[in-house]
């Protein structure tokens, strides 16, 4: 059975970091893609990163490039999202989930990461100012 479990999330202040996980069974990273989002209170989900190993692809939203970088550990089948520079706007659950690469990148730019297959339970990270 495929999964994913995030982990990672806490409270942190305005500057600081934080490194998110993505821990993944029942599939490697040669089957799916990874992609992270995030949904504030009262907001849409929005894509905020996601990683392709059949690819060799990254992608990064606007509103975090240059912050966060997502990288992989295949040995432990694990996506880890690091988020530096961490602003109150970046306060959100976030989720990640799996499925074929061209779903992912789609859903990334558009409102349909609901067809997305898998997803983790997410984790909630808060950013103080």
């Known amino acids: 059975e495929v999964h994913v479990v995030e982990s990672g999330g806490g409270s942190v202040q305005t500057g600081g970091s934080l490194r998110l996980s993505c821990a993944a069974s029942?599939?490697?990273?040669?089957?799916?893609?990874i992609g992270w989002f995030r949904q504030a209170p009262g907001k849409e989900r929005e894509g905020v990163s996601y990683?392709?190993?059949?690819?060799?692809?990254?992608y990064y939203a606007d509103s975090v490039k240059g912050r966060f970088t997502i990288s992989s550990d295949n040995a432990k089948n694990t996506i880890y999202l690091q988020m530096n520079s961490l602003k109150p706007e970046d306060t959100a659950v976030y989720y990640c989930?799996?499925?074929?690469?061209?779903?992912?990148?789609?859903?990334?730019?558009?409102?349909?990461?609901?067809?997305?297959?898998?997803w983790g339970q997410g984790t909630p990270v808060t950013v103080s100012s």
């Open positions: 029942g599939f490697t990273f040669d089957d799916y893609a």
């Open positions: 989930a799996a499925d074929y690469s061209h779903q992912i990148r789609h859903a990334m730019v558009s409102d349909t990461s609901y067809k997305l297959e898998v």
């Open positions: 990683y392709s190993k059949s690819s060799g692809s990254t």
